[in-house]
């Protein structure tokens, strides 16, 4: 049971990976926009691209929260207690930039719409840097249980070198995504701009993929070892197949069909991460079995966590359809105008 909800969890991580990335992604290309006049047309797509599911993606972080709250207690309290510092800045970013995005767009004033926007963009780079940082912790072995709160814990070269990949992944990720939104916008500047992004993007995640391996193979032998072995190893290969499909259909222009292999690169990336821990939650101190809960607790958890995959996937998917096919825009002033009835229009009683 130990084993089925763990796998659980790392679809739940890379759920929110992919998704939780893309909308991460849109906010770096905000920040990079420039000043307010040469900015506001990518702010203007990144704002119509968001708003209708971006609230949505942080369902799979709860997902996981609570899998390993519930689920594995002690690997909670381990990564909680000495991650404390950049995790709690990963908290304050998500809020802010919770907050930044929802004050921008109604405020009248300049000042504090790029005010507001600057909160947004900068919590957007980061927060998934915090998050990569964690991971890149977790990854190398620095934590174990028992380790004592420490505000330089997450401070290695494997940790920075993770939170740089994981910026550059959802950079890559939500240009991929705002190029395919353009072209659904008819927007062909914004196709050209982004798509340039979208290669940047590619460069960035290959040149810090790399140093990641690096840091790795010194830093983390276990996960090397599982990286080059086994079910890690032919992840790896796929995930490095279809960076070069998606590298190939951005540059083509085929944006609709990129967005798939993005996500197919971050997706098969992370779960060869995660098997390459096998079987270890932290490596090498903390295995599956031993951060494993109460049976009768995982039972239920894995009955809850059943149900929930059951209702939250089809309408998450469902909101996405919805979204990608312009069945969520916005209504205009024209919309909530009264209008007439025929007979009053007509000049009739």
């Given at each position: 049971?130990?084993?089925?909800?763990?796998?659980?969890?790392?679809?739940?991580?890379?759920?929110?990976?992919?998704?939780?990335?893309t909308d991460?992604?849109?906010?770096?290309?905000?920040?990079?926009?420039?000043?307010?006049?040469?900015?506001?047309?990518?702010?203007?797509?990144?704002?119509?691209?968001?708003?209708?599911?971006?609230?949505?993606?942080?369902?799979?972080?709860?997902?996981?929260?609570?899998?390993?709250?519930?689920?594995?207690?002690?690997?909670?309290q381990?990564?909680?207690?000495?991650?404390?510092?950049?995790?709690?800045?990963?908290?304050?970013?998500?809020?802010?930039?919770?907050?930044g995005?929802?004050?921008?767009?109604?405020?009248?004033?300049?000042?504090?719409?790029?005010?507001?926007?600057?909160?947004?963009?900068?919590?957007?780079?980061?927060?998934?840097?915090?998050?990569?940082?964690?991971?890149?912790?977790?990854?190398?072995?620095?934590?174990?249980?028992?380790?004592?709160?420490?505000?330089?814990?997450?401070?290695?070269?494997?940790?920075l070198?993770?939170?740089?990949?994981?910026?550059?992944?959802?950079?890559?990720?939500?240009?991929?995504?705002?190029?395919?939104?353009?072209?659904?916008?008819?927007?062909?500047?914004?196709?050209?701009?982004?798509?340039?992004?979208?290669?940047?993007?590619?460069?960035?995640?290959?040149?810090?993929?790399?140093?990641?391996?690096?840091?790795?193979?010194?830093?983390?032998?276990?996960?090397?070892?599982?990286?080059?072995?086994?079910?890690?190893?032919?992840?790896?290969?796929?995930?490095?197949?279809?960076?070069?499909?998606?590298?190939?259909?951005?540059?083509?222009?085929?944006?609709?069909?990129?967005?798939?292999?993005?996500?197919?690169?971050?997706?098969?990336?992370?779960?060869?991460?995660?098997?390459?821990?096998?079987?270890?939650?932290?490596?090498?101190?903390?295995?599956?079995?031993?951060?494993?809960?109460?049976?009768?607790?995982?039972?239920?958890?894995?009955?809850?966590?059943?149900?929930?995959?059951?209702?939250?996937?089809?309408?998450?998917?469902?909101?996405?359809?919805?979204?990608?096919?312009?069945?969520?825009e916005?209504l205009?002033?024209?919309?909530?105008?009264?209008?007439?009835?025929?007979g009053?229009?007509?000049?009739?009683?």
């Open positions: 049971m130990a084993g089925l909800l763990a796998f659980v969890l790392l679809l739940a991580v890379t759920a929110y990976a992919c998704a939780g990335g991460y992604g849109a906010g770096f290309w905000d920040l990079t926009a420039g000043g307010a006049e040469r900015g506001k047309r990518p702010r203007w797509l990144i704002d119509h691209a968001m708003a209708p599911v971006w609230e949505v993606n942080n369902v799979w972080l709860v997902f996981v929260l609570i899998i390993m709250w519930t689920g594995f207690p002690v690997l909670f381990t990564v909680f207690t000495a991650m404390w510092l950049p995790l709690a800045l990963a908290a304050l970013g998500m809020v802010l930039r919770g907050a995005f929802a004050l921008r767009k109604p405020s009248r004033r300049l000042a504090r719409r790029r005010l507001y926007g600057a909160v947004f963009a900068v919590a957007s780079l980061l927060t998934p840097f915090f998050l990569g940082a964690a991971v890149g912790a977790i990854a190398s072995g620095r934590i174990a249980p028992g380790t004592e709160a420490s505000a330089d814990a997450w401070a290695n070269p494997a940790s070198l993770f939170g740089l990949l994981t910026v550059a992944a959802t950079a890559f990720l939500g240009a991929v995504f705002l190029t395919a939104d353009a072209t659904r916008f008819e927007a062909p500047d914004l196709v050209g701009y982004f798509r340039l992004r979208a290669l940047l993007g590619l460069v960035a995640v290959a040149v810090t993929a790399a140093g990641v391996l690096l840091v790795t193979r010194s830093d983390a032998p276990h996960v090397w070892h599982g990286l080059t072995h086994g079910a890690g190893l032919a992840l790896a290969i796929v995930s490095a197949v279809l960076f070069a499909v998606t590298a190939l259909l951005v540059y083509r222009g085929r944006a609709r069909w990129a967005r798939f292999g993005a996500v197919g690169v971050v997706g098969t990336a992370v779960f060869a991460w995660g098997l390459a821990q096998r079987p270890y939650l932290i490596p090498t101190s903390l295995s599956v079995a031993d951060a494993a809960g109460d049976p009768q607790t995982l039972a239920w958890l894995a009955v809850v966590s059943l149900v929930a995959l059951v209702l939250i996937c089809p309408a998450v998917f469902f909101l996405y359809w919805l979204d990608t096919h312009g069945e969520l916005p205009t002033e024209s919309d909530l105008r009264i209008r007439p009835a025929r009053e229009a007509a000049g009739g009683d």
